[in-house]
């Protein structure tokens, strides 16, 4: 089986087959209270998909805040570290654009758009599937002013999402993992850092 996991709207956990059957799945859409909810997610979707073997973890790599992506993307690490398996990274948009493809048959270039607060969205473009059932991406994610995001898409079909399924995840790192592909490195597209900073040198104070 395949472990998902994601939180880069709110916190999202699924298991599925090789097959790309779903086995559980579980979330909430609260965009804040990651750490407080996911492990009682990833207990009640191990409860519900019985005893198999994990054999992959796939994380979702944002867009989405620093602190929740971090917190999804560390519980990830953490089980596939104590399980000794991989960890596929998959840029969570991705799975958005999965279950627009499956299930509102898109055809033709369409955008998943997400709160990136502070008045902002997050935008990728997308165009159709490839051969190896992936989305293909056809303009990299941006991070746009809410009020401009139409004239930015300039007529672009736009799907506005408040939460992702993390079975569309697993299925899409499941199919990148089976045809040998990486869509993500190892540092999560954060919409932005965090506004706190480490403190400088203290002043010196002159006599």
């Not at 991705?94 to 758009?113: D, R």
């Not at 199919?175 to 190892?186: S, Y």
């Amino acid at each position: 089986m395949i472990l998902a996991v994601d939180t880069s709207l709110g916190t999202s956990v699924a298991l599925i087959d090789v097959d790309g059957a779903r086995r559980g799945e579980a979330m909430t859409t609260d965009p804040l209270g990651h750490a407080e909810v996911i492990g009682d997610l990833l207990v009640r979707v191990l409860d519900e998909a019985g005893p198999d073997d994990i054999t992959q973890v796939v994380a979702g790599m944002g867009p989405g805040p620093f602190t929740g992506l971090r917190i999804g993307i560390a519980a990830a690490r953490t089980f596939a570290l104590g399980r000794g398996i991989p960890v596929v990274a998959v840029p969570s948009h991705l799975a958005a654009a999965l279950t627009a493809l499956e299930t509102e048959g898109e055809n033709g270039p369409f955008a998943i758009v997400t709160d990136a607060r502070r008045r902002e969205v997050a935008i990728t473009v997308f165009d159709g599937i490839d051969d190896d059932g992936i989305p293909h991406v056809a303009a990299d994610t941006v991070l746009v002013r809410a009020v401009d995001a139409d004239a930015h898409l300039d007529g672009i079909r736009r799907i506005d999402v408040a939460s992702l399924s993390a079975t569309d995840l697993a299925r899409v790192g499941a199919r990148a993992q089976a045809a040998g592909r990486t869509l993500a490195g190892h540092e999560p597209l954060y919409m932005r850092h965090p506004d706190v900073t480490m403190p400088g040198a203290p002043k010196k104070v002159g006599s």
